[in-house]
């Protein structure tokens, strides 16, 4: 597997098995986000009619892929799988080049998606289980499932390999036939994820990858009638245009949208613990994580100790070159998100919030899109630091007085995806449980915290449909047929 190359690669789509360029032969470039203006490679930009031959391929391959037999389908899940694991340090090589996340942190989302992906193998033989006959006066009645057809998979760039796996492997299993698009900031991950599916023996057109901007292709994606379902993740704003288009075909969407997420620390946490809680969380992927905490709500009886080691904790933390072992932090992924977080930082210190360390990187560190972990303190519900997505290594730190203000404080939001509580009072924890309004509830844990067999989605503006993993990701790729028989007598 190439993961760096003195001379500069042009990557391809993959249609029908076929690695070919966009009908245009036009190209976009894939900027290494630690060097400003750099070339790691160049990708297509794809136009409507690679979106049109992808779909027509992949309608073609679902006529047989549909008939397959669950257990071919999870033979090829697992030689992808063994494929990746086998490649993990290769793709985290490429995670951490393109996106900026440490190598660190690259491989924990290559075996991230390893885990997730092993997981849907084995749970979708139960999944098909549950399908039991069940005998009434002569008449016997079942469900059965079935895929839906062409699927359409648009993924961001913050876990450009693992968000991916997390939709098409459980689109695969249960038959489906997909059209891949990858995030504009990290085409090089989307393409080789298409190369370990071809590797792993899929059959031609049953896994399609089209690169490309979501402004020019992603309407003829979403518009087309044999798309039947829509598997997205990404910002609100797109989420629900794709929702609103999707709506006139009836094609049925899984949306993972944004975030705010707030992480709640009582006065007799163990605060140490939620002092790494909020690092790992506000800071791991340089806080490009949808479940990243981004809102840090202290009582007013621990506020200045927890800035304190807040603020001291960000000041140790290196920052530098996402490549380097030794680093805690890498580059933002790119121009566009170099300059919301910096915007968002400077409306922060304008609206009167007091930022205690952090802001866009110095000296050295301007070679590339780095921003050092920021921490504000004095912020309050008006602030748009409080109130908007900022999808970088911001933490808004907000006082409390009591656990019913710190929940409306929580509640404030127009997203609802993870939340968590620092709590050694089990009734204040049952009180955070019953009234959050979110899809992910941690008590002593990071807000970024999941595990496969449990369901991932946001509630409010944060998604739409049915949450990943668990056996709800399963269910969004089928359809369900009730069958009734009576016997002849
Ligand atoms: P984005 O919405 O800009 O892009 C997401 C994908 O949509 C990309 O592949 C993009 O090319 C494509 N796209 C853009 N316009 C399109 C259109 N008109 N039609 C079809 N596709 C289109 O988001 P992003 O910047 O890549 O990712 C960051 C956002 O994703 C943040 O808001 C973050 O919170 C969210 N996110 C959510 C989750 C979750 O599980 N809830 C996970 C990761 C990221």
Not at 233 to 258: C, D, M, P, W
Not at 430 to 452: C, M, Q, S, V, W
Request: net charge neutral.
């Amino acid at each position: 597997m190439t993961t760096a190359s003195s001379r500069i690669e042009t990557y391809q789509n993959l249609i029908g098995n076929k690695w070919i360029s966009s009908s245009d032969g036009s190209t976009f470039v894939d900027e290494d986000p630690s060097r400003r203006g750099s070339t790691l490679a160049l990708f297509p930009s794809s136009t409507v009619q690679d979106i049109a031959k992808a779909i027509d391929v992949a309608d073609a391959a679902f006529k047989s892929w549909k008939r397959s037999a669950l257990e071919e389908r999870q033979r090829h899940a697992t030689r992808f799988l063994d494929l990746l694991e086998r490649e993990t340090e290769a793709l985290a090589s490429i995670v951490a080049r393109e996106n900026g996340k440490t190598l660190r942190e690259a491989r924990a989302e290559v075996v991230s998606a390893l885990v997730e992906g092993r997981h849907h193998v084995a749970q979708v033989s139960r999944f098909y289980g549950q399908s039991l006959p069940a005998g009434t006066q002569g008449c016997s009645g079942w469900e059965q499932f079935h895929p839906l057809g062409v699927v359409a998979i648009i993924s961001p760039w913050n876990f450009p390999m693992n968000v991916m796996c997390r939709k098409a492997l459980p689109a695969l299993l249960t038959g489906n036939t997909i059209v891949f698009k990858p995030a504009t900031f990290t085409p090089w991950s989307g393409v080789t994820m298409a190369k370990l599916f071809e590797s792993a023996g899929f059959p031609e057109g049953v896994f399609n990858c089209v690169a490309g901007l979501g402004s020019s292709i992603g309407n003829a994606l979403v518009d087309d009638p044999r798309v039947k379902a829509i598997s997205f993740t990404g910002s609100t704003y797109v989420g629900k245009k794709i929702h609103e288009r999707a709506a006139k075909n009836l094609t049925r969407t899984q949306l993972e949208l944004g975030g705010k997420n707030a992480l709640i620390i009582m006065p007799d946490a163990d605060l140490k613990a939620a002092v790494d809680a909020a690092i790992i969380a506000g800071f791991a992927c340089a806080g490009q994580w949808c479940t990243s905490t981004s809102r840090v709500l202290v009582h007013r009886d621990v506020y200045r100790e927890v800035c304190d080691r807040l603020a001291a904790r960000c000041e140790e933390m290196r920052v530098g070159d996402p490549m380097d072992e030794k680093t805690d932090m890498g580059p933002v992924a790119g121009t566009e998100q170099f300059t919301t977080i910096s915007k968002a930082i400077e409306t922060g210190l304008a609206e009167g919030a007091r930022m205690l360390t952090g802001g866009p990187g110095k000296g050295d560190l301007e070679r590339g899109y780095f921003i050092r972990p920021t921490v504000f303190d004095n912020v309050t519900p008006d602030h748009t630091i409080f109130r908007e997505e900022i999808f970088g290594p911001v933490l808004a730190v907000t006082e409390f007085n009591s656990l019913d203000h710190a929940l409306e404080l929580a509640n404030n939001s127009i997203y609802g995806l993870s939340s968590a509580i620092f709590t050694r009072d089990v009734d204040a924890a049952h009180r955070y449980i019953d009234r959050i309004e979110a899809g992910l509830a941690h008590i002593n844990i990071h807000t970024g915290f999941k595990l496969p067999a449990l369901p991932f989605g946001g509630w409010k503006d944060s998604g739409s449909g049915l949450p990943e993993n668990s056996t709800t990701g399963l269910e969004f790729f089928i359809q369900r047929k009730a069958v009734y028989w009576k016997a002849n007598s």
